[in-house]
């Protein structure tokens, strides 16, 4: 099974700020077919998830350009700038490459 | 708009089975993959199970193999999940969800429900 490590478990960021948000997977999630299948989620809190990132670096229908994704092979990142109050909430990377599908274990962002 | 409800979790015992329904709309359900993930209370992600557009091919993780089984109506534009032989660890809110147009992924999400499975 791929492993999905997120870094770091939490981050503390003041409005207005910008943060980064790390995922590394224990394989490369290039697929055979020449496309990196990996997607960001959002969790608010008492909300579902939702889709803000995916193959690696597409954004959404509907997601902040403050949103961006990047990285290659088995390390990728996360950017938000301009941070407001509704990105608090549980970031998740996961894969989409091979199954087992697999997520990291989350970074939750708090306001400092 | 797309829509996923899901519906039929609750309190089950150890050993029953409980049968999941997701109701689809907004989109051509039998487009599309389908999936199931699942969090633990307080937990992070995990996938389920996931089907293929017309129900031809399915995938799960090792622990629900031969205990759940995913499918779909696409007639009915709707997703099941059936969990049979169920334990204290499948207590979780289950999201049924959407793969996206060409890449997999959970493009969108239900809003849950609540399976938990105790004595």
């Known amino acids: 099974d791929v492993v999905m490590t997120q870094t770091p478990v939490s981050l503390s960021v003041s409005l207005g700020g910008q943060v980064s948000i790390s995922c590394r997977s224990s394989?490369?999630?290039?697929?055979?077919?020449?496309?990196?299948?990996l997607s960001w989620y959002l969790q608010k809190p008492g909300q579902s998830p939702q889709l803000l990132i995916y193959?690696?670096?597409n954004r959404f229908s509907g997601i902040s350009d403050r949103f961006s994704g990047s990285g290659s092979g088995t390390d990728f990142t996360l950017k938000i700038s301009r941070v407001e109050p509704d990105d608090l909430g549980v970031y998740y990377c996961?894969?989409?490459?091979?199954?087992?599908?697999?997520f990291g274990g989350g970074t939750k962002l708090e306001l400092k | 708009e797309v829509q996923l409800v899901e519906s039929g979790g609750g309190l089950v015992q150890p050993g029953r089975s409980m049968k999941l329904s997701c109701a689809a709309s907004?989109?051509?359900?039998?487009?599309?993959?389908m999936a199931w993930v699942r969090q633990a209370p307080t937990k992070g992600l995990e996938w389920v199970a996931t089907i293929s557009y017309d129900g031809s091919s399915t995938y799960y993780r090792d622990s629900v193999k031969g205990r759940f089984t995913i499918s779909r109506d696409n007639a009915k534009s709707t997703l099941y999940l059936q969990m049979n032989s169920l334990r204290s660890e499948d207590t979780a809110t289950y999201y049924c969800?959407?793969?996206?147009?060409?890449?997999?992924?959970?493009?969108?999400w239900g809003q849950g429900t609540l399976v938990t499975v105790s004595s």
């Open positions: 907004g989109f051509t359900f039998s487009n599309y993959g």
């Open positions: 996961g894969q989409g490459t091979q199954y087992p599908r697999t």
């Open positions: 394989q490369s999630l290039v697929h055979n077919n020449g496309n990196t299948y």
């Open positions: 193959k690696v670096s």
């Open positions: 969800t959407r793969e996206g147009a060409h890449y997999p992924g959970f493009a969108y």
